[in-house]
């Protein structure tokens, strides 16, 4: 275990993964988690955090407030999953990584308790992150729920604020196949006492976040009952622009987001507000703290994959979006955004319902079925088959890049390529 190769290797082979495995490696209790956390001295007591759950946007929230915090000079942790090309990018302090010589060390060194407790990769992951935070001193960590929030191994923090950004069907295996049933989970995050806030209200559930807070005796907000978007427009340095109003009044004006996803907009709202309750527990974040944090999210994090412009002429876009809402918002943004020929590499995941992911997918569109090289990824021929019930036609590939490649010299310069379906088959690619 003395090479950050093998310690990877002990890492995704050796312990039960989800993002590879499925449903395997889902464990239904904090048993494990609570035994590592008192093992290492309750690493996560030491530090003020925000935790974050949610079907979509959930990371992109805990990046967006990353950023602020950052800019507003706080020293911040950053926990988030999965990672895209390196294993390092889950655990992040100001935007970067975790040193290789750190995940050798903490496997290597406690390498006999993960043997007693068998802990699957999440479990391993996230105590490790609580761990090399505490050692570094954060003053803030931004923690994204893996999956779900009750069971999650992330929910045996205290925070200061709990965010739960929008519910929408996804993993049902594994947390319900209701938007009720996976509120209820997702609604595990909220604490006694501890404010929360809801990004998205939806009528069809919110009695299950209303209840689960008078419960915990504690507040709950409604981001877009607070905040509004007045207009969103894309500047010219390919920032989105929003001018919002809070409680109907003038708020922020010429509010520059770097992330480029026109969904974005929906995530910015819980943003503010939390921004707002922490400076309401004392805190000092001013306006400007958050003009330059949003405006500079990438830069200051490393937060990719979505709606990420990786090429021009032709242009080139990939975003990690892969279930029925999030590929809507995609979809609406490939609506609005002029080609004259649209190319779509595409794979998924073994696990998810495809009939309706497929049926919002443009049919005017060249279509490159392909698979990561996971063992959840979907048969390629698979998709390829189905898809065409829906009259989406194009070839296979069992290669992700073959796809690519192929797609870009097929291209014209004024077409559109674009890369989604699964994170994995994003993370080939970039």
Same mark, same amino acid.
């Given at each position: 275990?003395? /090479? ?76 988030? %999953? ?11 302090? #100001? ?21 007693? $407790? ?20 954060? *003053? ?21 604020? %709990?965010?739960? /950004? ?51 005796? /504690? ?8 905040? %509004? ?8 340095? #390919? ?134 090289? $996971? ?9 390829? *088959? ?12 069992? *290669?992700?890049?073959?796809?690519? /490649? ?25």
């Amino acid at each position: 275990m003395n /090479t950050y190769k093998k310690t990877l290797d002990y890492l995704y082979n050796k312990l039960p993964y989800y993002q590879r495995a499925g449903k395997v490696a889902y464990k239904a209790n904090l048993n494990n988690s609570i035994n590592l956390d008192n093992y290492f001295g309750n690493p996560h007591k030491r530090f003020k955090c925000i935790h974050i759950a949610g079907t979509n946007g959930k990371g992109s929230v805990s990046h967006m407030i990353a950023s602020i915090l950052q800019t507003a000079g706080y020293k911040v942790g950053l926990y988030t %999953s999965p990672h895209l090309k390196d294993f390092r990018e889950r655990i992040k302090i #100001n935007g970067k990584e975790i040193p290789k010589e750190e995940v050798i060390c903490f496997v290597k060194d406690n390498i006999n308790i993960f043997n007693k $407790i068998k802990p699957s990769f999440f479990e391993i992951t996230v105590i490790m992150a609580f761990y090399y935070f505490a050692k570094e001193r954060v *003053d803030f960590a931004v923690i994204e729920v893996g999956l779900g929030g009750r069971l999650d191994s992330t929910n045996i923090i205290t925070p200061e604020i %709990s965010i739960i /950004t929008n519910i929408s069907l996804d993993h049902t295996d594994l947390l319900g196949n209701s938007k009720e049933l996976i509120a209820k989970e997702k609604a595990g995050i909220i604490k006694e006492n501890i404010p929360v806030i809801k990004g998205q209200s939806d009528t069809e559930i919110d009695y299950v976040f209303k209840e689960m807070a008078y419960l915990k005796n /504690t507040k709950l907000y409604f981001a877009d009952k607070i905040y %509004s978007i007045n207009y969103s427009m894309l500047s010219t340095d #390919n920032k989105q622009i929003l001018n919002l109003k809070k409680n109907n009044k003038k708020a922020y004006s010429v509010l520059k987001l770097d992330l480029q996803g026109y969904y974005q907009k929906f995530n910015v709202l819980p943003v503010l507000l939390a921004i707002d309750i922490l400076n309401e527990k004392g805190l000092k974040i001013n306006d400007s703290f958050v003009y330059k944090g949003l405006e500079n999210t990438i830069k200051n994090t490393g937060i990719r994959g979505r709606w990420e412009v990786i090429g021009s002429n032709p242009l080139i876009v990939c975003d990690t979006a892969h279930n029925e809402e999030g590929i809507k918002q995609v979809v609406n943004q490939l609506n609005n955004t002029p080609y004259k020929k649209l190319h779509m590499v595409i794979g998924f995941v073994n696990d998810k319902k495809l009939n309706k992911i497929l049926k919002l997918l443009p049919e005017d569109a060249i279509y490159y079925f392909t698979r990561a090289h $996971i063992p959840r990824a979907m048969n390629e021929i698979k998709l390829q *088959d189905l898809a065409a019930k829906y009259s989406l036609f194009g070839e296979s590939f069992t *290669d992700v890049k073959k796809a690519y /490649t192929l797609a870009k010299s097929n291209a014209n310069t004024n077409d559109l390529i674009f890369i989604g379906g699964s994170t994995f088959v994003v993370a080939e690619v970039i």
